[in-house]
């Protein structure tokens, strides 16, 4: 949904509807997230209708003016006499599960349930604390961006999910930083983490193995997919967050932004970033045109199946993941 810093202070707020549903996640004064339907309970109006917003007091649907608090309780009804026998108490905004890991916040698009709030607690496993390492808690949001492309939401995370494409598609741009068709992935749970090594790495045979480990992320790209619709792709210095909607069968929105350690505050420092975000969409849009000639190849009906090699089974698990959620 966002970054934790995006929802930093009391009352700040993101909206969210690209799960179909309206989602309003919000700030407490307690410290904690809070996570609701962005629905009226008077009619069903959207009530907040910004995207983001900060130290907001409260909440007052466009229609009729009721208003709720940070909290979700409904705070007053406009001309409350018409509304005798209406509980107030009973007609907050309804909660969604919502938490926050690895830096990130997460969301559900169904009413809370204990269960449903545990689930999503545990959903990133292990990685919620390999995020935390690379520092991704601690970053500030550079540069977001959205974008659409005409292929389905997967197509858009397969791209990022084998090294076997690298020296065919990007043969005059990354592919020199990186070997021919070589990477490791390890499975956890439904998710992937991926280290893609640089040529670089050879260097660090020359050194004591004490530094190796803290030295990896400036000779390898490590990807996270989150499943299911999440990319978190650790680079030396900084990171970038991918996150991919479906908004057909055969389009999808994308979100994106860069993590940086600092708030960039100078035209030296945006410049600096802006240089590492063109290298790296430079290299996604060569994917995308991938993915998006796939979509068609796919509508054409060439292929009733299409195959994996064994140096792409993080494809398999992924789509295995899918299917097996979707039944
Ligand atoms: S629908 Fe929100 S106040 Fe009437
Ligand atoms: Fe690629």
């Not at 989150?226 to 978190?232: A, G, I, R, S």
């Not at 290298?279 to 045109?289: N, S, V």
């Amino acid at each position: 949904m966002a970054h934790a810093s995006q929802l930093a202070a009391p009352g700040d707020f993101v909206t969210h509807d690209l799960t179909g549903v309206p989602l309003l996640i919000v700030r407490g004064d307690d410290g904690a997230l809070a996570g609701f339907l962005n629905v009226c309970r008077h009619r069903g109006t959207r009530v907040e209708g910004a995207a983001c917003g900060k130290g907001k007091k409260g909440f007052v649907c466009p229609y009729h003016a009721w208003s709720y608090g940070r909290d979700g309780r409904l705070l007053a009804m406009t001309h409350a006499h018409g509304f005798e026998g209406v509980e107030r108490e009973s007609r907050g905004l309804v909660r969604v599960p919502v938490t926050e890991a690895g830096g990130l916040v997460w969301a559900r698009a169904s009413r809370a349930t204990s269960r449903a709030d545990e689930e999503l607690d545990a959903a990133l496993g292990p990685l919620a604390d390999d995020l935390l390492g690379f520092g991704i808690g601690s970053s500030h949001v550079y540069a977001p961006r959205t974008f659409e492309r005409s292929m389905s939401w997967k197509l858009a995370m397969d791209v990022f999910l084998e090294t076997y494409h690298l020296r065919p598609t990007h043969k005059n741009t990354i592919y020199e930083m990186f070997f021919d068709n070589l990477g490791l992935v390890d499975r956890v749970g439904p998710h992937l983490r991926n280290l893609f090594p640089k040529r670089s790495i050879v260097e660090l045979a020359k050194e004591p193995d004490a530094i190796v480990g803290g030295a990896l992320r400036k000779h390898a790209n490590i990807l996270f997919h989150l499943f299911p619709n999440t990319l978190v792709l650790v680079q030396p210095d900084h990171a970038a967050v991918i996150s991919a909607w479906p908004i057909a069968i055969d389009r999808v929105r994308m979100h994106a932004y860069t993590l940086v350690p600092e708030p960039p505050l100078s035209e030296k420092a945006r410049a600096y970033w802006d240089a590492n975000n063109a290298i790296l969409y430079g290299a996604t849009d060569e994917d995308f045109a991938m993915g998006e000639s796939i979509q068609r190849g796919l509508a054409s009906g060439a292929n009733e199946e299409i195959v994996f090699g064994a140096f792409e089974h993080a494809l398999a698990h992924f789509h295995g993941e899918v299917a097996r959620r979707v039944g």
